[in-house]
């Protein structure tokens, strides 16, 4: 649900997607999650309006706070999942997306 709604988000702000993997067939587990996580200088966890941000240069959380954020139920990495430039935001939540976007509200 959470994928469809940032689909539907992305092209009502006519956003495009470059490169999509399925959740379904390419799962990332716990490991390939944090080396990602741990490649970025920020990453991002939404779950509904909860928000948390991670500055991973300055002040990198440990790993098990990162799994916690970063795994689904599934045991793999959350969907969606978005790299935008050096960030990776997880999750789905509307002002994420513009903010990590540089959107602005209309």
Not at 26 to 40: C, G, H, S, T, W
Not at 42 to 70: N, S
């Amino acid at each position: 649900m959470s994928c469809q709604r940032a689909q539907g988000f992305l092209e009502s702000v006519g956003g495009t997607v470059t490169a999509i993997q399925s959740a379904k067939k390419d799962r990332i587990d716990p490991a390939e999650a944090l080396k990602l996580a741990r490649k970025m200088a920020k990453v991002v966890a939404a779950r509904g309006k909860k928000v948390i941000t991670f500055d991973m240069k300055a002040d990198p959380p440990d790993d098990q706070t990162l799994i916690d954020h970063l795994i689904g139920p599934s045991g793999n990495l959350r969907a969606p999942a978005a790299i935008v430039g050096e960030t990776l935001v997880v999750g789905f939540n509307d002002d994420v997306y513009r903010r990590v976007l540089a959107i602005k509200s209309t």
